[in-house]
């Protein structure tokens, strides 16, 4: 069941990383059910070698590997520690995924000048087999917001003026490149302001009036909470500098657009070389930041996040809600990019909001059996007749729609 692990470094064996590779591999034997059906894949992760610590760029880039293959076939690689030095330093590891990876293999590792390259193989079984739910066919619009920093005075290290920005930019990037739940719609230059949860807009949850008036079905919400740096250290009376560690730590939120109720969670922690400068002003939004081991930490974070919302998103409908009504025609917030078609059929749900002790307004919904064909479709929203005059009298807006 298990392939020879083909580790070369210039021409030589690597055993320090035989050894994890081969944990990793024989931990998944024991998890998951060997399958005749299976998918041999090959990913390739790449990092920048700092201070000529070849480990941490060895850490990184096969960190990168394993989140290129989350991306590709849907494998979630989860532990505490995934791997340290080039080395598997926790034993708590799991997967999760609409299909199962029984065997993983280091083919190659390349050093060249300062970068690291490793290609890993893996061997992907059916995704029917262990599939918990079924994915929706349509794709939630996720409103993004500028992104929050907590100690904006962080961000004089380098300048960094524009980060905020710059992260919500990236942010929406990699969830439109890689979801497959959901795409963003991104509003990096304005921000959410509200001084706590429970602020309410004319009555309603903020989060439900921003999906309302973005026609989106949920809001992103991401608090950048550490970006400290270490102090520089030097040694050999001043004349060599080290490169200080620097933190990201970041918490996001997703609000749903009808109930603005929180359903999903999470707070993600890195660091890695701040490999600028002293003094040096940096561009948030330059590749040259994006490429460097700081920025490459980054963007690993925010790729586990998308795969740990697609998670939560998957086994939940995707709501539409009707945005206009003139007679028996109705429009809905959902069109071509959720993954309407035209003769898409839809069933209404009724709708509607009620005070609760605060005065603040919920969202209650009624059983109803009226259903829709679509005959026009746009690009954020599509316009359906309703046959039944009767059914055409209780329908208003913001009724619920969902695709059947």
């Known amino acids: 069941m298990f392939g020879t692990l083909k580790v070369k470094h210039d021409g030589k064996v690597l055993p320090q990383l035989v050894k994890p590779l081969m944990a990793i591999g024989c931990l998944l034997a024991m998890l998951l059910p060997f399958h005749t059906n299976a998918e041999q894949i090959e990913v390739t992760g790449s990092a920048k070698i700092v201070n000529n610590n070849i480990d941490k760029a060895r850490e990184q880039a096969i960190n990168q590997a394993l989140n290129y293959a989350s991306l590709r076939s849907g494998v979630s690689f989860n532990s505490q520690q995934q791997i340290s030095q080039g080395s598997l330093t926790q034993d708590t590891f799991s997967m999760q995924r609409m299909g199962s990876a029984s065997n993983i293999e280091l083919v190659s590792e390349l050093v060249s000048g300062n970068s690291i390259t490793v290609v890993l193989s893996l061997y992907i079984d059916d995704a029917s087999q262990v599939e918990q739910c079924q994915q929706s066919a349509l794709k939630a619009a996720i409103l993004l917001p500028q992104a929050d920093i907590r100690h904006p005075v ?71 909470l550490d970006m400290s740096t270490e102090p520089y250290t030097s040694s050999f009376l001043g004349l060599v500098e080290h490169t200080p560690l620097r933190q990201f730590t970041f918490k996001l939120q997703l609000y749903h657009g009808i109930s603005g109720e929180v359903v999903w969670s999470e707070t993600l922690s890195t660091n890695a070389e701040w490999d600028f400068k002293r003094q040096e002003t940096v561009m948030p939004n330059s590749q040259r930041f994006w490429s460097s081991a700081y920025g490459q930490a980054i963007y690993a974070q925010l790729q586990q996040s998308i795969i740990s919302m697609d998670d939560a998103l998957n086994c939940r409908p995707v709501l539409g809600q009707i945005v206009a009504k003139q007679g028996d025609r109705i429009i809905i917030n959902l069109g071509r990019n959720n993954g309407i078609k035209l003769g898409d059929k839809l069933l209404i749900v009724l709708q509607k909001n009620i005070p609760d002790r605060l005065n603040n307004m919920r969202a209650l919904v009624t059983e109803n059996t009226t259903k829709v064909s679509v005959d026009q479709v746009s690009e954020d929203t599509a316009t359906a007749v309703i046959a039944n005059i009767d059914s055409a009298e209780n329908i208003q807006i913001q009724d619920i729609a969902i695709k059947l």
């Not at 990096?188 to 903020?206: C, H, M, T």
């Not at 439900?208 to 992103?220: A, F, H, K, N, V």
Request: overall charge neutral.
């Open 154 to 224: 962080q961000l004089n290290y380098g300048h960094l003026n524009n980060f905020p920005e710059a992260l919500t930019l990236r942010m929406g990037e990699i969830l439109n490149n890689q979801s497959q739940t959901s795409f963003a719609k991104v509003h990096a230059n304005e921000r959410l302001y509200n001084k706590n949860d429970l602020v309410n807009f004319k009555g309603y949850r903020i989060p439900s009036w921003l999906g309302e008036l973005t026609d989106t079905q949920y809001i992103l919400k991401t608090d950048i």
